[in-house]
């Protein structure tokens, strides 16, 4: 079987203000000197929801007290620590940063930024699903704007990966990879395409990078 690119894949890098109680958006407004990487989010089904976060900048490890008192945050856990950042898990019961964004089976790519009271995402999906989301933010989320994106026909926009990458990238993404829950795991995946399981994962991480550092260095406004 040869994979097939996406007939027309979006790279879409959005700025996203934060809803209003979530606990992360007072934090990074109080702390403009911080930049704040989101490595995981993920919701239980008690309305809690865990994060692990990494706080850059100097003098991040003496945060824990500071956060653990803002409205709704459970618990606070020190991870790891350094001279110029620290990791931090928290447990919260406030506004998610997502949103609804799983009902439309869409995610941003981890890790992403926030800053000064505003999330940077960069979504991979198709046209249709980037419209879909645009349109939905623009009803639930004022002053949300896109940043920068790439399209084209055919894996055009993605001229920065080998036509083998392009064949990867195109399968997993048909496939539903990148949907929120995925259609195919992993295993499922380098299965199909003859892989390891460890080789497709190196793969795949070697795409992403491309893919968002080429749309970190791009400037393309949303028509």
Known sequence: MTPEAPPSTMICRLKVPLPEGAWMREFSVAHPEFTVEILSHVSSGRQE??????????????????????????????????????????????????????????????????????ATWVVVASETKIRTLYGHLRETTPGVTIESLRHGGQGAELSMLTRRQREIFGYAMSNGYYEVPRRVSLTELAETLGLAKSTLSESLATIERKILKDVMETSTRFQ
């Open 49 to 118: 929801t865990t994060v692990d976060l990494r706080v850059l900048g100097e003098g991040t490890g003496s945060l824990g007290p500071e956060i653990s008192g803002y409205t709704g945050v459970r618990e606070v856990e020190l991870v790891e620590t350094g001279p110029s950042a620290t990791e931090y898990r928290v447990v919260h019961s406030t506004a998610n940063l997502l949103g609804g964004l799983a009902k439309l089976h869409l995610m941003p790519r981890l890790p992403f930024l926030i800053r000064e009271g505003q």
